[in-house]
């Protein structure tokens, strides 16, 4: 459900009504000190849009503590990034967002980027029917000439290898049936790695489907778990002990989703911001039922003491 640009426009036709609506988010019953955290006893000073705590004396700001603290963007941009990002489909790329925004691409890029931030959700536990699977993101990596192969580090990606068995950035998605879906950015492939990612995303009742990777075997030893073999071309069975159907096709197309919007919009991401794009993806697909209005105010509160700092996406502090 997606809002239209007039209504966009009617809802937020200045900074001021952009700032009731982010105040309004944030703080469902009155602003709340950002310092003592009393909550409705604070006046607002319209000079200088801080507000005056009568409890503690000191001020504070709408955006303090969130994403988007110090920011030197009016809050009209951040209400129109934070609404061009949830209304589209498959996300926005930082060239597009700055040229939409009218700011500059390092601005766009830090924006898009906070915004992501306030995407994260809690993870839930998935019960039930669990799919499986796991996702190699960014580009295919490249053919590279031999000289700058002889540079090549540990963590750099073999060449001209697709899909499993390479050292591209691993992501093993859960998805319950007919309901939410859940991303982790692993190290490797390897049982160990899936074992740990899956020990607070799923339910130890739930009943887990994967493909034939050796791998997953092992979820079997801690809980129900059924394969389809793809390598013998098998893509749905009907289990015959339990009559459930097996096939892992809910999280595939979750995965193609996710794959489509990495390449296609934000062509390759590195493995430090790749949890950030997940959760993205993964908060477009379970609040896809969601108002756009609705989805918007739940980042406001998601965002709440998410502190994500220029010199940290940059790697320019530790
Ligand atoms: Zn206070």
Known sequence: MTMTLRAFNEMFPDEDAARAWFERSRWPHGPECYHCGAVGNAAYMPKTKFWHCKSCKKQFSVTAGTPMHRTHL?????????????????????VKLGEMLGISYPSAWHLGHRVRTMMAEA?????????????????P?????????????????????????????????????????????????????IASALANVIDRTATVMTDGLPAYKHIGKTQPHLAVNHSAREYARTDAATGNRVHVNRVES?????RRAVT?????????????????????WNQKADS????????????????LTYAFLTGKAA
């Open 74 to 94: 009016p809050l009209l941009t951040w209400a129109h990034a934070i609404y061009l990002i949830v209304s589209s489909s498959k996300g926005i790329s930082a």
């Open 292 to 307: 756009c209005l609705d989805r918007m105010a739940r980042m406001i509160r998601n965002g709440e003491g998410r502190l």
């Open 141 to 193: 990596p490249r053919k590279r000439a031999k000289s700058s192969r002889d540079h090549d580090d540990d963590d750099a990606p073999p060449a001209n290898r697709k899909g499993r068995g390479t050292k591209r950035p691993v992501v093993l998605v859960a998805a319950k049936r007919g309901g939410d879906v859940v991303a982790k950015v692993i190290p490797t492939h390897g049982k160990e790695a």
């Open 264 to 284: 296609g919009v934000f062509h390759s991401i590195s493995v430090k911001h790749l949890g950030r794009y997940t959760g993205e993806a993964t908060f477009r």
């Open 123 to 139: 993870n839930p536990i998935l019960s039930g029917v669990v799919e499986i699977d796991e996702m190699y993101a960014g580009a």
């Open 254 to 258: 979750f995965n193609g989703f996710m």
